[in-house]
């Protein structure tokens, strides 16, 4: 793919065959934004992990102490008393079988879902709608829960979700370039020690095998891990 003449401007600032410290390496993220907007800051992480197998696979939220720098739509599939604590705690949309079928017409102005567990019956009619787009609540990403005014909140104030893919690399937006380096580094660090902490107990052999971070559209900075580790524990 050819790249553009910003792109390789870019590039020409970050050393390949290093490995930067986690403060170097988020203040270069920063310099090496070429996009005219507040690019996103992109985490990249490989595990010695084999996705194929059910014990092996990674998946988790973290939440992020500086935020993620963008405002985080929020649905909840709630009724009752948890319907006024979600609204309370800052949902933009929330209902039951109302907002069911306001998504079955084509309603999808949303970022997260969250559902309590006995919402999930009807929520169970969206499966195809919410689920190709990865919206579809799930308990092992903190959105199938009674406690929505943790839930609700801590999703606005920057809880992000992360999976492993095919390939056995999670993929997680963890900042702006607007943001400070050390909002990153603090960002970065909580998002590794998350997944470290998740380590399936089918791994073997060498877990977190590589760290790569870049802005939208930039190159890739390959970062430190038992730097970013060491950040982790000083927090």
């Known amino acids: 793919m050819a790249h553009g003449k910003k792109y390789l401007e870019a590039a020409k600032l970050v050393d390949h065959d290093r490995v930067y410290g986690p ?3 988020a203040e270069l993220a920063r310099q090496t934004s070429s996009v005219a907007f507040d690019a996103t800051i992109e985490a990249h992480l490989r595990l010695g992990v084999d996705p194929r197998h059910a014990d092996q696979m990674v ?21 009752g008393e948890k319907a006024l604590e979600a609204l309370r705690a800052g949902a933009d949309e929330v209902g039951a079988e109302d907002l069911v079928k306001k998504i079955e017409a084509g309603w999808l102005e ?29 308990p092992k990403a903190g959105t199938i829960t009674f406690d929505l005014d943790r839930a609700v909140r801590e999703v606005k104030g920057g809880r992000v979700e992360f999976k492993l893919d095919k390939s056995a690399i ?22 590794v020690d998350a997944v470290n902490r998740a380590k399936p107990s ?18 890739g900075i390959r ?13």
């Open 223 to 235: 970062v430190d891990l038992p730097g970013v580790l060491a950040a982790a524990a000083a927090a």
């Open 202 to 219: 089918g791994a073997k052999g060498q877990y977190l095998k590589g760290l790569t971070i870049a802005s939208t559209m930039g190159p």
């Open 59 to 79: 998946r988790g939220t973290v939440v992020l102490p500086h935020g993620t720098g963008k405002v985080v739509r929020v649905v909840v599939f709630a009724q």
């Open 110 to 138: 949303f970022d997260v879902a969250l559902a309590t567990p006995d919402s999930m019956v009807l929520v169970g009619r969206l499966g195809k709608i919410l689920g190709r787009r990865g919206l579809m609540p799930n």
């Open 170 to 191: 999670i993929h997680t937006a963890f900042g702006r370039a607007s943001f400070e380096a050390d909002a990153l580094v603090a960002n970065l660090a909580a998002l």
């Open 23 to 25: 403060d170097e390496a």
